[in-house]
Antibody, heavy 123, light 111 residues
Framework: QVQLQESGPGLVKPSETLSLTCAVSGYSISSGYYWGWIRQPPGKGLEWIGSIYHRGSTYYNPSLKSRVTISVDTSKNQFSLKLSSVTAADTAVYYC????????????????WGQGTLVTVSS | QSVLTQPPSVSGAPGQRVTISCTGSSSSIGAGYDVHWYQQLPGTAPKLLIYGNSNRPSGVPDRFSDSKSGTSASLAITGLQAEDEADYYCQSYDSSLSGYVFGTGTKVTVL
């Protein structure tokens, strides 16, 4: 069973960098799939932040691209998110997820999700 | 930045059928991109409900079905049950934004 677990500070100061890690168990990241980050501000909807292919190619939400970096560490079987210059608008529950495709469904869909971690941006 | 529009809420009595629309554009659903659906129970992470052309992951009952036409897609829930009370999101891709997009979300209430 594939499991994902987010970890990182729950409180970040404005203008600083938010850093989160997603530990994956039950599947080796280096074997394939896309791995992504999605966030959800309190009481609001879902927003895709970005994804990374197991070989390292990255895809970012254009609205966040200038501030986002996603990387993968296959030796630790985890991937990470860095979001710089945060403001209160970045306060959200951050989810990591696995995205997969198949021959009949070419658009990646998120089939496994972490439980999410709340990150609050405040001084 | 949602470019997929859903009704904020829908409701129905137990046993009834409800539908949730997901309206996109010519650069998203209208361009032929797949639409996926997720269910988010209160206080939990989203769960994949339907992917691609009406594919359901193991364990998802066939009471859930979807359809797509033009620039819109729909999720139908038949035989509505109390456990279906949740938020539902559609997801696709928008070529004009060069990224994956989620719908605005719909809260389903079982009366």
């Amino acid at each position: 069973q594939v499991q994902l677990q987010e970890s990182g500070p729950g409180l970040v100061k404005p203008s600083e960098t938010l850093s989160l890690t997603c530990a994956v168990s039950g599947y080796s990241i280096s074997s394939g799939y896309y791995w992504g980050w999605i966030r959800q501000p309190p009481g609001k909807g879902l927003e895709w932040i970005g994804s990374i292919y197991h070989r390292g190619s990255t895809y970012y939400n254009p609205s966040l691209k200038s501030r986002v970096t996603i990387s993968v560490d296959t030796s630790k079987n985890q991937f990470s998110l860095k979001l710089s210059s945060v403001t209160a608008a970045d306060t959200a529950v951050y989810y990591c997820a696995r995205a997969t495709t198949d021959t009949t469904v070419p658009l990646p869909y998120f089939d496994y999700w972490g439980q999410g971690t709340l990150v609050t941006v405040s001084s | 930045q949602s470019v997929l529009t859903q009704p904020p809420s829908v409701s129905g009595a137990p046993g009834q059928r409800v539908t949730i629309s997901c309206t996109g554009s010519s650069s998203s659903i209208g361009a032929g991109y797949d639409v996926h659906w997720y269910q988010q129970l209160p206080g939990t992470a989203p769960k994949l409900l339907i992917y691609g052309n009406s594919n359901r992951p193991s364990g998802v009952p066939d009471r859930f079905s979807d359809s797509k036409s033009g620039t819109s897609a729909s999720l139908a829930i038949t035989g509505l049950q109390a456990e279906d009370e949740a938020d539902y999101y559609c997801q696709s891709y928008d070529s004009s934004l060069s990224g994956y997009v989620f719908g605005t979300g719909t809260k389903v209430t079982v009366l």
